[in-house]
Nanobody, 115 residues
Framework: QVQLVESGGGLVQPGGSLRLSCAAS????????LGWYRQAPGKQRELVAA???????NYADSVKGRFTISRDNAKNTVYLQLNSLKPEDTAVYYC?????????WGQGTQVTVSS
């Protein structure tokens, strides 16, 4: 069973940037599509970015042009570059397969965008 551990979150001002990492305890190559999800207080968890094993990506409209997902299968790590951050990006960010696998949910990493 692969375990996913997210890191890289923090407090950033509007317009700032962060890079999130998701490190897997085992090989992620077998997982065809991996994604970054986020959950803001009082809202449902949503998928914001996904990448296939071959690097085909797709994004939620709310983050398109600002966030970039990438995966390094050799390092068993998935990244999410967050640029031009807005207060509405504040949430706990998680990585998981797409569709998500219950056993893969980790603790997430908190991103707070505030001046």
């Amino acid at each position: 069973q692969v375990q996913l551990v997210e890191s890289g979150g923090g407090l950033v001002q509007p317009g700032g940037s962060l890079r999130l990492s998701c490190a897997a305890s085992g090989s992620i190559f077998s997982i065809y599509k991996l994604g970054w999800y986020r959950q803001a207080p009082g809202k449902q968890r949503e998928l914001v970015a996904a990448s296939t094993r071959g690097g085909i990506t797709n994004y939620a409209d709310s983050v398109k042009g600002r966030f970039t997902i990438s995966r390094d299968n050799a390092k068993n790590t998935v990244y999410l570059q967050l640029n031009s951050l807005k207060p509405e990006d504040t949430a706990v960010y998680y990585c998981n397969a797409v569709p998500p696998a219950w056993g893969y949910w980790g603790q997430g990493t908190q991103v707070t965008v505030s001046s």
